[in-house]
C-alpha cells in the first residue's frame, strides 16, 4: 500500500501515465500529475483520483525539458503536499524517422523530453528524498532502448539512455536508500501508438496482443513497493523482447 506517500507522474494526464496515477491512487498515494498542454485532462485524472479514491491529487503544467521550469515545479509540489516519495517519469514523445531523413531538430527534441526531462525530474527531486530519506524513482523506458527499431534512432538512444541513467541513479543514490527502476513496455494501446495496428511486429508478440496501460501500472506498483530492488529494467511487453 502506498498510503502517506505522494507520487509525481510525469505525462499523467493520459495514456500509461494516467493509469500509473489511477493504480497509485488505488493503493492510498497523494498524486502530482505533472501535464504538457492538456489541462483538462490532467484535471479530470486528479478529479477522479479524489472522488473515486479518495487522496490528495493536484496537477501542475510543466515541459519537464526545461530544467529551471521543472525545478519550479518540484519545489511547488513539495510545497503543496509536504513531500515526495515517488517519482515517475513518464512523459515521453516520438518524432520517428529513418536515419537519412532525421532532422537534427527532431533528434534533439526526443532526446531532450524523454531523456533530459528524466534527468531534470531526478535531479530535482533527490535533494527531497535526501530529506525524507527515502524515495523510488520509476523511469518509463521502452523495449525499443533495448532492441533498436528502424525509424526511431532518436526516440530508441532516448530510452537506452534512460536505461543507462536509471543504473547510475540506482548505484548513486541507493546509500541513501532512494531506490530507482526503468519499465521497458512493449506495444501498449495508447495515443503513442495508435497508428501502429497494422505494424507487422504486432504479430511476433508471444502473449499474442498488444498490452494495455494498466499492464505498466500493476509493474510500476510492484516497483514502488519491492524495497530490495534497485536498477532493475522490468519488460512487460508480452515477451516480444525476450
Ligand atoms: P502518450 O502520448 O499517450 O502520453 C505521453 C504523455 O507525456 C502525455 O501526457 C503528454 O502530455 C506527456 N508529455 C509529452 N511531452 C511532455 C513534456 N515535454 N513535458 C511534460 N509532459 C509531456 O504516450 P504513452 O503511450 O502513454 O507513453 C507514456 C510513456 O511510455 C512514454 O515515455 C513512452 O515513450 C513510453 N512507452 C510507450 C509505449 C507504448 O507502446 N505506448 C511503449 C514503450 C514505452
Redesign the pocket.
Known amino acids: 500500500m502506498l498510503h502517506n506517500k505522494t507520487a509525481v507522474i510525469?505525462?499523467?494526464?493520459?495514456?500509461?501515465?494516467r493509469a500509473i496515477a489511477y493504480k497509485f491512487a488505488s493503493l492510498g498515494a497523494d498524486i502530482a500529475v505533472?501535464?504538457?498542454?492538456?489541462q483538462d485532462a490532467a484535471e479530470a485524472v486528479c478529479q477522479k483520483c479524489r472522488q473515486e479514491y479518495g487522496v490528495k491529487a493536484r496537477s501542475y503544467c510543466?515541459?519537464?525539458?526545461d530544467f529551471e521550469k521543472a525545478k519550479e515545479t518540484t519545489a511547488q509540489v513539495k510545497a503543496d503536499f509536504g513531500s515526495i516519495h515517488i517519482l515517475v517519469n513518464?512523459?515521453?514523445?516520438t518524432k520517428d524517422g529513418l536515419i537519412l531523413r532525421m532532422k537534427e531538430a527532431d533528434f534533439d527534441r526526443v532526446l531532450a523530453?524523454?531523456l533530459k526531462?528524466a534527468f531534470h525530474m531526478i535531479r530535482h527531486c533527490s535533494g527531497v528524498f535526501l530529506r525524507a530519506k527515502e524515495g523510488c524513482i520509476i523511469n518509463?523506458?521502452?523495449?525499443?532502448g533495448l532492441m533498436g527499431n528502424a525509424g526511431q534512432c532518436n526516440y530508441a538512444a532516448s530510452?537506452a539512455g534512460l536505461i543507462g541513467l536509471t543504473k547510475t541513479a540506482a548505484r548513486e543514490l541507493a546509500p541513501k536508500g532512494i531506490r530507482c527502476n526503468a519499465i521497458a513496455?512493449?506495444?501498449?494501446a495508447?495515443?503513442?501508438?495508435q497508428s501502429q495496428s497494422e505494424n507487422p511486429m504486432l504479430k511476433m508478440i508471444p502473449l499474442g496482443r498488444m498490452g494495455e496501460?494498466e499492464d505498466v501500472a500493476q509493474a510500476a506498483a510492484y516497483l514502488a513497493e519491492a524495497r530490495y530492488v534497485t536498477g532493475e529494467v522490468l519488460r512487460v511487453d508480452g515477451g516480444i523482447a525476450m
Open positions: 510525469t505525462g499523467g494526464s493520459r495514456g500509461i501515465g505533472i501535464y504538457a498542454g492538456n510543466c515541459d519537464v525539458s513518464n512523459a515521453g514523445i523530453v524523454n526531462g518509463i523506458a521502452s523495449v525499443t530510452k513496455p512493449g506495444f501498449i495508447t495515443d503513442m501508438t496501460p
